[in-house]
């Protein structure tokens, strides 16, 4: 969704400017600074060695399987040291569903934990006054 607000000086009103706001990928920014602060304390070079998971948004091998498999896209662990890498793959998955909160959740797994886990992200996004 666009939003447009129209700015007018007091003595150019034949000279307008638009200011464009996309609500939708504003909200998806906030979602990222989220993710990030939960999954990393927003570390683009974090390394979780128990796990195998890499980068801003921690991503794990598994994943980057999934996400060449269903993209020809290879990336390596590495790779996610990268944020732009991170937010790449991230946005692959989050636009599947219609659902934030979903996306949410199967970003982080299945299962019960994934509700705990929504909980945090929203906790910090609530921190942004984000609603």
Same mark, same amino acid.
């Given at each position: 969704?666009?939003?447009?607000?129209?700015?007018?000086?007091?003595?150019?009103?034949?000279?307008?400017?638009?200011?464009?706001?996309?609500?939708?990928?504003?909200?998806?920014?906030?979602?990222?600074?989220?993710?990030?602060?939960?999954?990393?304390?927003?570390?683009?070079?974090?390394?979780?060695?128990?796990?195998?998971?890499?980068?801003?948004?921690?991503?794990?091998?598994?994943?980057?399987?999934?996400?060449?498999?269903?993209? $020809?896209?290879?990336?390596?662990?590495?790779?996610?040291?990268?944020?732009?890498?991170?937010?790449?793959?991230?946005?692959?998955?989050?636009?599947?569903?219609?659902?934030?909160?979903?996306?949410?959740?199967?970003?982080?797994?299945? $299962?019960?934990?994934?509700?705990?886990?929504? $909980?945090?992200?929203?906790?910090?996004?609530?921190?942004?006054?984000?609603?």
């Amino acid at each position: 969704m666009f939003m447009s607000v129209s700015l007018l000086a007091p003595d150019a009103a034949a000279d307008r400017k638009y200011i464009i706001v996309d609500k939708e990928a504003e909200s998806f920014r906030m979602l990222w600074e989220a993710l990030k602060m939960v999954e990393s304390s927003n570390n683009p070079y974090a390394i979780n060695h128990t796990e195998q998971a890499y980068g801003v948004s921690q991503i794990r091998q598994i994943r980057l399987d999934d996400y060449y498999k269903r993209t $020809g896209t290879r990336y390596t662990l590495e790779d996610c040291l990268h944020e732009e890498v991170s937010l790449e793959i991230f946005r692959y998955y989050y636009e599947r569903f219609d659902d934030w909160e979903l996306a949410v959740r199967r970003w982080n797994g299945s $299962g019960p934990k994934t509700f705990t886990y929504l $909980g945090k992200i929203k906790q910090e996004l609530s921190k942004g006054e984000i609603t």
